[in-house]
């Protein structure tokens, strides 16, 4: 084709496409026929929840305000070197006081969801003990303040900022008494929620918070544990779930709906063939394993069982029933492929093929773009663990997101990424793909753990000076997503 044209008639179309021209007038005239430029979005299915998600330590600010306890983010913060911006979370986006506001943000995106955490040491500030009544009082207002907005709260009991007194008195997370503790805890709050809140999540993201938090010592607390006391950490927390969705169960309102919120290790077929399907689906379950999998199968795989060895965790049958508690949903939090898969001859039956360094990724260097995950992922977990119920509770990126003088932010990179992965999710679910929702993260920039604020992943700009929030274009765009519960390219 491009043989057809001069070198000078090239030149002069490259140098209008630059300019950002369209074509010579009279050109399309000259084809016969005007481009037609319609286009049908793609539906996603009807009732299909649109949310945005947040949590506590990463918005709320207020940390010594109505009796909250210390939590060991607030530690790991203030130890020296530990946030890329030598920031910490003591006052954030202010959320604590400024909730009407943020409020009224999630209303004007149009979604009917709203993904975001209790701070377990705002409700019991020792981790167990005496309650904080006033804790909690501020998420019965929010809760409130939601539901009289037309918006469902979801809410999630851990999103990482266990109580510094647990860390202290048993080890946080290597002992199964805090896993006792948030069992106690959880109940204490579905309790008190449940006549609104139908929609539970008991943890966010384990396989983070134990590997970067108690594994690589890079996230609060900053352990590097051996690996038989990280699995033992890792069998407590997946108890801890366990104990959570009884507890939930014995003490909510008929009818409230548990389940977990989990960084699934996402595996995708390197390019689908049936032999990469299938490896692909070995994969996912055995590197699941040791946290989403028990859960949901109640039992370790042999296979992790065999590899971890003499440090294998230590664990009694009537655990693995608790771990394994029925659940009513699956959130999975999606943001990159972690493992491009193979079909080998080799046992296990699968390979994970290395990253070559020119891998496109976001502005988070972690954040590897990879939208057919979101496709791949929850198709596969539904059918390995027979899921009926799945929610994207969290997927989203950061972007430079700069503040222009005209007060604009054209997170153009941000759009096309949700773009991209809003259209394989939809392609998921008119495969038929049990995912019955979809939240956003986040809300607003916030504080990004390690990064402190020079991550933004927000769909609203906050100016952390002055506490201003200002809508991105995603945040125009995502509005234009969910008012036609469809997808346009
Ligand atoms: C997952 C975590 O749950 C959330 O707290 C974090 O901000 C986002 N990923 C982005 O890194």
């Known amino acids: 084709m491009v043989s057809r044209f001069s070198r000078r008639e090239l030149a002069k179309l490259a140098g209008l496409s630059a300019l950002g021209m369209a074509m010579p007038a009279g050109a399309a005239e000259k084809k016969g026929k005007q ?18 998600a947040t949590s506590s330590y990463q918005i709320e600010g207020a940390v010594n305000e109505d009796g909250r306890g210390p939590s060991i983010w607030d530690t790991f913060s203030h130890t020296a070197d530990k946030i890329a911006d030598h920031s910490n979370g003591d006052r954030a986006n202010e959320h604590y006081h400024r909730y009407k506001e943020d409020v009224q943000l999630i209303k004007s995106l149009g979604v009917k969801a709203y993904r975001f955490s209790i701070a377990w ?101 900053g352990l590097k544990l051996p690996t038989a006391e990280l699995n033992q950490a890792r069998h407590n927390v997946v108890l801890g779930h366990g104990l959570a969705v009884q507890a939930i169960r014995a003490s909510a309102r008929k009818g409230t709906k ?37 859960t949901l199968e109640g039992k370790y795989t042999d296979g992790f069982l065999e590899y971890s060895g003499k440090d294998a965790p230590k664990f009694t049958p009537e655990e693995l029933k608790i771990i394994g508690s029925k659940t009513d949903f699956v959130g999975l939090n999606i943001y990159a492929p972690q493992f491009y898969i193979a079909a080998s001859d080799k ?18 260097e972690w954040l590897r773009i990879g939208p057919e995950v979101i496709y791949w992922t929850p ?104 008012a036609k519960n469809a997808i346009g390219p």
């Not at 389940?259 to 590197?287: K, M, Q, S, W, Y």
């Not at 005209?406 to 809003?422: A, H, M, Q």
């Not at 793909?433 to 920039?445: E, N, Q, R, T």
Request: proline fraction near 6%; aromatic fraction near 14%; charge should be negative.
């Open 258 to 294: 548990v389940g977990i919120a989990e960084n699934i290790a996402a595996c995708v077929p390197a390019f689908a063939t049936p032999e990469n399907i299938r490896a692909t689906e070995l994969a996912t379950r055995e590197l699941n394993a040791s946290l989403l999998g028990v």
């Open 121 to 221: 040491p705002r409700v019991f500030p020792e981790g167990s003990g005496a309650p904080n009544p006033k804790g909690l009082d501020f998420y019965n207002r929010l809760i409130d303040e939601l539901l009289a907005n037309g918006i469902e709260p979801y809410a999630t009991l851990y999103h990482w900022d266990l109580p510094q007194a647990l860390e202290d008195r048993v080890g946080g997370w290597r002992s199964s008494d805090t896993s006792k503790a948030f069992g106690d805890y959880s109940g204490y709050v579905a309790a008190r929620i449940s006549d609104r809140v139908k929609n539970i999540f008991t943890l966010n993201e384990a396989g983070r918070f134990l590997n970067f938090g108690y594994g690589w010592g890079i996230d609060a607390p």
């Open 35 to 52: 481009a037609d430029l319609r286009f049908t979005p793609a539906p996603f299915p009807r009732g299909f929840v649109w949310g945005t």
């Open 347 to 364: 046992k296990p039956g699968w390979d994970v093929l290395p990253f070559p360094s020119s891998f496109p990724h976001m502005n988070s």
């Open 379 to 482: 198709k596969i977990a539904a059918k390995i663990w027979n899921i009926d119920t799945i929610y994207i509770s969290e997927n989203g990126t950061s972007s430079e997101d700069k503040l222009r003088d005209n007060g604009k932010v054209y997170d153009l990179d941000r759009i096309s990424f949700l773009r991209n992965y809003l259209t394989q999710l939809q392609r998921a679910t008119a495969e038929g793909v049990p995912i019955k929702g979809y939240f956003l993260w986040s809300l607003m920039d916030n504080f990004e753990w390690i990064f402190g604020y020079e991550k933004r992943f927000g769909v609203y700009h906050v100016d952390f000076q002055t506490q201003a929030r200002t809508p991105k274009l995603s945040a125009a765009f995502y509005r234009d997503v969910v």
